[in-house]
């Protein structure tokens, strides 16, 4: 038997699961959140200029997870 | 030079010119593109753009009209016929590609494959550097 909790989390269906549509553009709509562009703006892009764009996200992204952990190691000793 | 700069080239003789796919479009194209090239075994056998052609006639004519042609439609936009004196300038999106290229559908993959490598699509940029740089 589920538990009230257990209810609650199904209800929120595939957490962190995009639909196709958004999955298939899924370096277009990261640009147009993340960079707070239009989608009009980004369609000027070219891939590899999207490309570039993506991998200076992820390496941000990178810098800021590896500083957390290294912070996170630093209070628990 | 600017990545959305027109990339010019010649197949047979003749010149063609690409300008860049951008947003949406490319990311599409792509898409479609990048599996239909890996499965021609690009990386492992080095192949040059006259051979990857070649293959792709065989890969492309199993496909579905309908998905032909969108593949089609997307890597010519943008991607024009430079006409001389005696033949006229035309954007190969548009039917007259098959009029264009009828009697040498050879030419016409070749065509895709220097679109696909103006596009920057990801098999190609994974080969930079090798024999399916330049001009076909």
């Not at chain 2, 990311?27 to 890996?38: E, N």
């Not at chain 2, 220097?114 to 001009?135: D, I, N, Q, V, Y």
Request: aromatic fraction near 10%; hydrophobic fraction near 35%; glycine fraction near 6%.
């Amino acid at each position: 038997m589920l538990t009230s909790r257990q209810n609650d989390f199904n209800d929120l269906g595939l957490i962190g699961h995009l639909s196709q549509a958004v999955e298939d553009e899924y370096i277009f709509w990261n640009l147009v959140v993340n960079l707070r562009l239009s989608p009009s703006e980004l369609d000027t892009w070219t891939l590899d200029e999207m490309r570039k764009a993506t991998a200076l996200l992820d390496m941000r992204q990178d810098y800021k997870s590896a500083w957390n952990a290294f912070y996170d190691v630093g209070e628990k000793k | 030079m600017s990545v959305k700069d027109p990339v010019k080239y010649t197949v047979d003789g003749r010149s063609y010119t690409t300008i860049p796919l951008t947003g949406r479009d490319s990311i599409r194209l792509d898409k479609v593109v990048t599996p239909i090239v890996f499965s021609l075994g690009t990386v492992s056998k080095k192949l040059t753009q006259g051979d990857i052609a070649l293959l792709l006639c065989e890969k492309l004519g199993n496909l579905s009209e309908e998905k032909f042609e969108e593949i089609r439609r997307l890597t010519f936009r943008g991607t024009m016929f430079d006409g001389s004196d005696n033949e006229k300038s035309i954007s190969l999106e548009g039917d007259e590609c098959y009029n264009h290229f009828e009697g040498r559908l050879i030419d016409m993959y070749n065509v895709m494959v220097a679109a696909w490598e103006a596009h920057k699509l990801t098999p190609f940029r994974m080969l930079a550097g090798s024999s399916t740089e330049g001009t076909a």
